[in-house]
C-alpha cells in the first residue's frame, strides 16, 4: 500500500538577499532528532542530485560517512555562489505531511553539511529517483511505499 505525502508550494526567501522564489516543501523527521515532535520544513529540488543536511541534524547521530576524492561532494554551492565545506554519508529519515500522513523511514544519501545556516534540502538520489513525485500545484504529492 502506498501512501500519499502532500507537498506544498510556499515562498522561499534567499538569506541576505531580496529575492524569493517558489519551491515544493515537505516536513522530514531525522533518526538523529527523536524528540523533534513537529519535524522539519524541506525543499524539494528536483535539480539537486543530492540532499544537503544541516550539521545539527547528522553531528549527534554516528553515519557513515565515505572518504571521498570527489571535490563536489565535498563542497556545497548555495544558490548564490557562494562554497561551504561538507562530507558525504547516509541518513535516515521520515516524510509527513500536515494531515498527518507519514512515510516509512528512507536511507538517502546526502551530503552532510558543518554549518546550521542552510536550508534542509531534498534532492533526487535516494529519494526522487525511487520515489514517484506529483507536481500539480496546490494538489501536489509524494508517492511512497
Same mark, same amino acid.
Given at each position: 500500500?502506498?501512501?500519499?505525502?502532500?507537498?506544498?508550494?510556499?515562498?522561499?526567501?534567499?538569506?541576505?538577499?531580496?529575492?524569493? $522564489?517558489k519551491r515544493f516543501r515537505s #516536513? @522530514?523527521? /531525522? *533518526?538523529?532528532?527523536?524528540?523533534?515532535? &513537529?519535524?522539519?520544513?524541506? !525543499?524539494?529540488?528536483?535539480?539537486?542530485?543530492?540532499?544537503?543536511?544541516?550539521?545539527? $541534524?547528522?553531528?549527534?547521530?554516528? #553515519? @557513515?560517512? /565515505? *572518504?571521498?576524492?570527489?571535490?563536489?561532494? &565535498?563542497?556545497?554551492?548555495? !544558490?548564490?555562489?557562494?562554497?561551504?565545506?561538507?562530507?558525504?554519508?547516509?541518513?535516515?529519515?521520515?516524510?509527513?505531511?500536515?494531515?498527518?500522513? /507519514?512515510?516509512?523511514?528512507?536511507?538517502?544519501?546526502?551530503?552532510?553539511?558543518y554549518t546550521d545556516d542552510i536550508?534542509?534540502?531534498?534532492?533526487?538520489?535516494?529519494?526522487?529517483?525511487?520515489?514517484?513525485?506529483?507536481?500539480?500545484?496546490?494538489?501536489?504529492?509524494?508517492?511512497?511505499?
Amino acid at each position: 500500500m502506498h501512501k500519499n505525502i502532500q507537498v506544498y508550494l510556499s515562498e522561499y526567501k534567499i538569506r541576505r538577499s531580496k529575492n524569493t $522564489f517558489k519551491r515544493f516543501r515537505s #516536513y @522530514v523527521y /531525522f *533518526e538523529s532528532a527523536p524528540d523533534d515532535r &513537529n519535524g522539519r520544513r524541506a !525543499i524539494i529540488d528536483t535539480g539537486a542530485p543530492f540532499s544537503i543536511i544541516p550539521r545539527s $541534524f547528522w553531528q549527534k547521530k554516528e #553515519y @557513515v560517512i /565515505f *572518504e571521498n576524492r570527489i571535490p563536489e561532494l &565535498n563542497t556545497i554551492t548555495s !544558490i548564490t555562489g557562494e562554497k561551504k565545506p561538507c562530507c558525504f554519508g547516509w541518513v535516515r529519515l521520515i516524510l509527513a505531511d500536515n494531515k498527518p500522513s /507519514f512515510s516509512d523511514w528512507i536511507k538517502i544519501p546526502a551530503k552532510l553539511a558543518y554549518t546550521d545556516d542552510i536550508p534542509i534540502l531534498l534532492g533526487v538520489s535516494g529519494l526522487l529517483d525511487t520515489h514517484k513525485l506529483v507536481l500539480n500545484g496546490p494538489l501536489s504529492y509524494l508517492v511512497v511505499p
